[in-house]
């Protein structure tokens, strides 16, 4: 009987949820009391959770930085999740959710860029505005704005004149011409390095090892230890935060710490990197947005104030959703209203004052983000150089 | 027998048919009644009923449990978006050629994997995936590797002077229907014909099966090319809907869903396929509202599933006909 | 060039024994429960975590973080044993990857909700390198591979000489039988399943201090590497286990030297096809038994 019971449960149960939502879906559209809603597509579960995570707290941090002083226009705003758990199905799902039932006016999202491209055609034919904040394909860019995708916007830097300016860096400053590349397996990654070989040529530079590694892999001492015999003067490096303090110490096992440096961009410049390993991360070089201890006041609050409320720093992704919240509340100001065809050309027009310098839009809806390049010295990052970075798209 | 099965033989079709044909015509209106982000959920769910009426000929019926669904849904997802993209080829040709190469792929993944004890099998055909994940990360020249292939453009149907291109949602979803209702269909005629019969003998017992002359090794081989060639077919509707392939196409959760919509629907039984897809995304969708306890209840969802439902919801539905007859 | 190929082979010693404590344990569960533990990584991400909550929350030192680990690990694999793994014997196929792929999504996702799902640094363990040899490693590694021989010779001794392994190996190779002989099979699965899950955590929070990043999706590549690893060992069988788990490490390390980093995953299940199509029994077992 017990046995039967609990099917019986079960049955319930599922159709109560199922109920509940259906019934909170009716209210969701009823209840017009003047929010904003802002729909904020990211992996919640499954392995990139740890960006996904990120990503949402950031956010959440700026809305209620900006909430507490009045919202915008008298108006709040108000965040509501989707979980794309790094799948294009999901992605699009929760996107669908969001614009069918939530009925939000603004969307961010992807971290993935697969998940992004796919939620391109979606928010292109519902008329509601994507700002991505934190895809690295050039497709998204390529295909938006004049190129096709008139609500997609992206607040992230693309990687064409990063891998210029890094390449440039080293072989003019440095000397080098001899590299070996160890970069994330994503298109991140290899996009990247697909720019750089681009230039290999103007600074008569080779590659002379070439691998990618997979997210989350822990292992690089085989790899480590081929670089170190191979005559390699610098490793090539575009990945993800988290692995830079592990290859820094296996580095260190390997014996190339000190001795080749990183260069590139995977959150070199973060005191828990440098911490982790510095002997390894001596010399580094790095071009980037942004990192945690970027020397400005708005940054540096952003950071400290991060830390204090969720008990650990904050990294790329909190930073770039964080400003992007800020990005479309100031759209959203300057446009006076919330309508997204106002919002959307307030956005192609606006100078943001952001932690890192004037933001702009050119016409493929691509931020013009100012970039810096830095060097680590004796554990500590310094700045040598600023540029900004124009695209040069595909005709 | 599943208790579906049997009470069709013993009371006659009176209700099926009726019911079946109020469910279609609801299914035709639909979009009448119904917004975008359910529709949505529903061509989804179609459009995982063609791997998952795949695995369930193979599991259900054949008695095999296999993993790779996903690999073959990823390869006819790339196969239509490389045609699409490079040829323009218009979707009839991309879908069929889609199956025909998975099925044809399938053959010599399919000798020497079902040679293989149960266990062993299983490993192996997750191995078809993660191998062709990799495949599709490196051989960038073919797949762009992980940069992956977008804008794969619209379904478009080039018929001579009547050519038109479907779009939109609504238009999607009766592209899927019909598709996955003709996919229905052939699934219903393969499992009742004598091979249909075959095939479950083999389930039942493979020795006895084979020693009243059933060739059991060319079923297997035939079913798992049969199989792979729908879950070719859904790659394919899949890549031309969400327009954007990657090498994530090949994970081992399609698999994984894939194998909990025909054991949650009812292994062995169409009906309960064709139910199992709709609650599967049914489910995975509603759970939104409570989005940081989703996946946490999903995986309850799981448990309760082969703890209370083992043999899935058929047997309800079964139940659900003779309550009704019994009330006639 | 010898001696780079000594240097791999070493580095493969090393992550193949990181395998290799995961995997006994997996083939473990599986010769007794007949299920393949699709949720056995996420015990390693429970060691992890036990140890790193140990060691950032209340700051207790990393041997003491060593046991918090392992001993959380095996709480949360007495509850799942109970109501879950114990269901499972006799149990159809289908039914042992459902039901274990519904534990790791709600192991995995709780984390995520209790932590947040952002990566964490684990500070603590012996990072120093050392050389030995001419080779240089973490201390850490060295304690792995240490510890990876005393567990391997202890289950070696365990399952020959001990009432409990007896039993176990008696309900890996008959189920019916045992009860016949008076064997509790429940009882032999539910501490078989705690065993092996232990392990895992035990691995976890071994080699947490040189992987460094913790977050709550990090079993699921465990899962990945460790199930070509058993098959080939040959399901149920430890001393297998234990040899394909350092096969795989070097051939891993080998492919990602000669070939590329990017290939390493793939020659776990690559690996493995090989060996089934040559072997289809496994590299070790002289029959099928499952």
Known sequence: MTIYLSRRGFCVGSALIGFQAISSGAFAARTEDGTIKLGLVAPMSGPNARYGAFSLRGAQMATKEINSAGGVGGRKINILTGDSQGTPVEG???????????????????????????????????????????????????????????????????????????????????????????????????????????????????????????????????????????????????????????????????????????????????????????????????????????????????????????????????????????????????????????????????????????????????????????????????????????????? | MTSAERTVATTGRDLRVPFGLALIVLACVAPLFLGNYPLHAIIIALIFLLPAHGLNLLLGYTGLLSLAQAAFFGIGAYTSALLAVNFGTPFYLNF????????????????????????????????????????????????????????????????????????????????????????????????????????????????????????????????????????????????????????????????????????????????????????????????????ELRMIAYGFFLLGLVFWFPNGFAPLIGRFWSFLEKRK | MFYTIIEQVVNGIVSGSVYAIVAVGMTMIFGVLRAINFAHGEYYMLGTFGAWVAIDYFDLPYPVAIVIGVVATAVIAVVVGNFVMQRIVGAPAEAGVLATLGVALILQNTVILVFGGGYKFFSGGYIEPVTLFGFTLAEQRILIIIIGLIVFVGLELMVTYSRMGKAMRAVSQNIECCAVVGIDVRHVALWTFILGAALAGLSGVLTAPVNVSVYGGMGELITFKTLPIIIMGGLGNVRGTFVAAMILGIAESLVATYVGLQFRDTVGFATLMLVLMWRPHGLFSAQARF
């Open chain 1, 92 to 395: 699009v799902s929760a996107t669908r959710r969001l614009i069918d039932q939530d009925q939000v006016d603004f969307i961010i999202g992807d971290v993935s860029s697969s998940v992004t491209l796919a939620m391109q055609p979606v928010v292109e034919d519902a008329g509601v505005l994507l700002i991505n904040a934190a895809s690295s394909n050039p497709m998204i860019t390529y295909k938006a704005g004049v190129g096709g995708f008139k609500w997609t916007f992206r607040n992230y830097p693309t990687d064409e004149n990063r891998a210029l300016i890094v390449l440039q860096y080293a072989a003019e400053k440095k000397g080098f011409t001899k590299y070996a590349v160890l970069s994330v397996d994503t298109d991140y990654g290899r996009a990247a390095i697909e720019f750089t070989k681009k230039y290999l040529p103007r600074f008569k530079s080779q590659i002379l090892t070439e691998d990618y590694y997979k997210e989350g892999e822990v292992d690089f001492r085989s790899v480590l230890s081929k670089i170190r015999d191979s005559g390699a003067q610098a490793i090539i490096m575009y990945g993800n935060a988290d692995s830079t303090p592990i290859v820094g110490r296996q580095m260190i096992e390997v014996g190339i710490a000190g001795k080749i440096p990183l260069i590139g961009n995977a959150e070199f410049n973060t005191a828990s990197s440098i911490k982790a390993a510095p002997k390894a991360l001596e010399g580094a070089i790095e071009a980037a947005a942004w990192i945690p201890s970027y020397d400005s006041e708005k940054s540096r609050a952003f950071v400290d104030k991060f830390t204090a409320e969720f008990r650990e720093a904050p990294n790329n992704h909190a930073y770039v959703h964080w400003e992007t919240v800020h990005l479309l509340a100031k759209a959203i100001e300057q446009a006076q209203s919330i309508d997204r065809e106002k919002v959307r050309t307030a956005l192609s027009n606006i100078h943001y004052a952001s932690a890192v310098g004037e933001v702009t839009f050119d016409d493929h809806n691509q931020a013009r983000l100012p970039m810096i390049l830095l060097e680590i010295e004796n554990g500590k990052p310094a700045i040598k150089g600023a540029y900004s970075a124009e695209i040069d798209y595909p005709k």
């Open chain 2, 96 to 291: 069929l050629a889609a199956g025909l190469v998975t099925g044809a792929i399938a053959a010599p993944l399919g000798i020497p994997a079902l040679r293989l004890r149960a266990t062993s099998f299983v490993m192996c055909t997750l191995g078809f995936v993660i191998i062709g994940q990799a495949i599709a990360k490196n051989w960038i020249s073919l797949t762009r590797g992980d940069m992956g292939l977008s804008a794969i453009p619209k379904p478009y149907f080039a018929l001579g002077p009547a050519s038109f291109t479907v779009s939109g949602t609504v238009g999607f979803y009766y592209l899927v229907l019909a598709i996955a209702a003709v996919a229905t269909v052939a699934v219903y005629l393969i499992v009742r014909s004598p091979a249909g019969r075959n095939m479950i003998a083999i389930r039942e017992n493979e020795t006895l099966a084979e020693s009243v002359g059933i060739p059991t090794w060319h079923y297997k081989l035939v079913v798992f090319m049969i199989s792979a060639a729908f879950a070719g077919l859904g790659g394919s509707l899949y890549a031309h809907y969400l327009t954007v392939v990657s090498p994530l196409t090949f994970q081992m959760y399609y698999s994984t869903t894939m194998l909990i919509i025909v054991l949650g629907g009812g292994a062995g039984t169409i009906s309960g396929v064709v139910f199992g897809s709709l609650l599967f995304v049914g489910l995975t969708e509603t759970l939104r509202v409570a989005p």
